[in-house]
């Protein structure tokens, strides 16, 4: 009986830390290009909501259909009907950031080496092959991994630091960030 | 009297002889780009010299809308047809400083602008 307790008890324990493992927002969808516009705005939004400005949601937005349209055309060569996953996770303020964004993209396309994956040069200027330097020029930290059993997995990570002037504006406390990054600046309430 | 047709989602005018101006009407992602590149191909023919893109309703591109361009200036190099971009939103011409393609094409703030070049 105690030994049953004790199974049932580690099972939740499991649970609970498999949960807090898991991104805050899941998306599923398939490898159709119809619905990048649907997981851009998505992304867009979130983003917007922890603070980064109008140009950084743009961005991070374009990083996340890059990597989709990498999956749709490389991983899946343009097989319309296959599953994509995207996770977004806030990051928690610390005292260096205000916060930011970890967005997780997997799939279960052929798996290739994470070190393959690197931009093209881009003095050579011909059509094709920007995904992966817009997403590494975008983003401050990406990762590719081989995901188990199948299938590979991207982390995107972006961060917002406080700039010195955070001003209040009508008695409500206001974010003015720029990205890690890059110079951008913006105030929203 | 310009002559005003369209596909979907590209307005295609030709405001005067050897002008054809193509206006997208939306955002160019990997769904729509293949759109775009087959009507610049079909209007880039010998009797245009020059061909405007009015990317004023495109408040969004990604890196296919931009390789449909970059194929699209390279093949009007070919037939010495000039290619204008006009009315870059913001966030669209950052896409192009990213990708470094922003002093690779040729950028004016209006359509006047473009046709008069």
Same mark, same amino acid.
């Given at each position: 009986?105690?030994?049953?307790?004790?199974?049932?008890?580690?099972?939740?324990? %499991?649970?609970?830390?498999?949960?807090?493992?898991?991104?805050?927002?899941?998306?599923? %969808?398939?490898?159709?290009?119809?619905?990048?516009?649907?997981?851009?705005?998505?992304?867009?939004?979130?983003?917007?909501?922890?603070?980064?400005?109008?140009?950084?949601?743009?961005?991070?937005?374009?990083?996340?259909?890059?990597? %989709?349209?990498?999956?749709?055309?490389?991983?899946?060569?343009?097989?319309?009907?296959?599953?994509?996953?995207?996770?977004?996770?806030?990051?928690?303020?610390?005292?260096?950031?205000?916060?930011?964004?970890?967005?997780?993209?997997?799939?279960?396309?052929?798996?290739?080496?994470?070190?393959?994956?690197?931009?093209?040069?881009?003095?050579?200027?011909?059509?094709?092959? %920007?995904?992966?330097?817009?997403?590494?020029?975008?983003?401050?930290?990406?990762?590719?991994?081989?995901?188990?059993?199948?299938?590979?997995?991207?982390?995107?990570?972006?961060?917002?630091?406080?700039?010195?002037?955070?001003?209040?504006?009508?008695?409500?406390?206001?974010?003015?960030?720029?990205?890690?990054?890059?110079?951008?600046?913006?105030?929203?309430? | 009297?310009?002559?005003?047709?369209?596909?979907?989602?590209? *307005?295609? +005018?030709?405001?005067?002889?050897?002008?054809?101006?193509?206006?997208?009407?939306?955002?160019?992602?990997?769904?729509?780009?293949? *759109?775009?590149?087959?009507?610049?191909?079909?209007?880039?023919?010998?009797?245009?010299?020059?061909?405007?893109?009015?990317?004023? +309703?495109?408040?969004?591109?990604?890196?296919?809308?931009?390789?449909?361009?970059? +194929?699209?200036?390279?093949?009007?190099?070919?037939?010495?047809?000039?290619?204008?971009?006009?009315?870059?939103?913001?966030?669209?011409?950052?896409?192009? +400083?990213?990708?470094?393609?922003?002093?690779?094409?040729?950028?004016?703030?209006?359509?006047?602008?473009?046709?008069?070049?």
């Amino acid at each position: 009986m105690q030994i049953k307790k004790m199974i049932v008890k580690s099972q939740s324990i %499991l649970k609970w830390v498999s949960m807090q493992n898991r991104p805050e927002i899941e998306l599923k %969808l398939t490898s159709d290009p119809m619905y990048l516009c649907g997981a851009r705005e998505l992304v867009g939004c979130i983003a917007r909501r922890i603070g980064f400005d109008d140009m950084e949601c743009s961005k991070i937005s374009l990083a996340v259909d890059e990597a %989709l349209c990498n999956i749709i055309r490389h991983g899946y060569n343009k097989a319309f009907n296959k599953p994509i996953w995207i996770g977004i996770t806030p990051i928690k303020p610390t005292s260096e950031y205000i916060g930011g964004i970890e967005i997780t993209i997997e799939d279960e396309a052929k798996q290739v080496d994470p070190k393959v994956m690197k931009g093209r040069n881009l003095e050579d200027i011909k059509p094709g092959g %920007l995904g992966v330097h817009i997403i590494s020029e975008v983003m401050d930290e990406v990762r590719y991994e081989k995901r188990d059993p199948v299938g590979m997995r991207l982390v995107m990570i972006k961060r917002a630091t406080r700039t010195e002037e955070s001003p209040r504006l009508s008695g409500q406390q206001s974010l003015c960030i720029k990205s890690h990054s890059h110079s951008t600046s913006h105030t929203s309430s | 009297m310009a002559n005003q047709q369209s596909s979907s989602f590209i *307005e295609i +005018e030709r405001p005067e002889q050897g002008v054809v101006v193509l206006a997208p009407s939306a955002d160019v992602d990997m769904s729509r780009s293949p *759109e775009l590149r087959t009507v610049i191909r079909q209007e880039m023919d010998s009797t245009v010299h020059k061909l405007v893109v009015d990317l004023e +309703e495109v408040h969004y591109m990604d890196s296919s809308g931009l390789a449909t361009l970059v +194929e699209a200036m390279r093949n009007a190099g070919k037939s010495d047809t000039k290619l204008v971009i006009c009315n870059m939103h913001p966030k669209v011409r950052a896409i192009f +400083e990213i990708a470094r393609l922003d002093s690779f094409f040729s950028i004016v703030d209006s359509r006047d602008e473009a046709i008069s070049l």
